[in-house]
Nanobody, 115 residues
């Protein structure tokens, strides 16, 4: 199985930037599709961005042009670069790894966008 640990969350002002990291435990990481999800208080968890094993990327409409997902397979790490942050981006951000019927989640990292 894959264990995931997110880091990089914190408090940032509107318009600021933040980079989240998700470190995976296994070298088989490169075969997994990796995604970032977020969940705000009282709301359903939503997909933010995904990157497949082949490197194709997709984003939620709300973050297109502002967020970038990337992966470094040699480091077993996926990143989410977040620019032009807005208060509505405030949420707990979760890393996800998926392969076939298997799916794994990290513990989440809090991102708060506030002045």
């Amino acid at each position: 199985q894959v264990q995931l640990v997110e880091s990089g969350g914190g408090l940032v002002q509107p318009g600021g930037s933040l980079r989240l990291s998700c470190a995976a435990s296994r070298s088989i990481f490169s075969f997994y599709a990796m995604g970032w999800y977020r969940q705000a208080p009282g709301k359903q968890r939503e997909l933010v961005a995904v990157i497949t094993s082949s490197g194709s990327r997709n984003y939620a409409d709300s973050v297109k042009g502002r967020f970038t997902i990337s992966r470094d397979n040699a480091k077993n790490t996926v990143y989410l670069q977040m620019n032009s942050l807005r208060p509505e981006d405030t949420a707990v951000y979760y890393c996800n790894a998926a392969l076939d019927s298997a799916s794994y989640w990290g513990q989440g990292t809090q991102v708060t966008v506030s002045s």
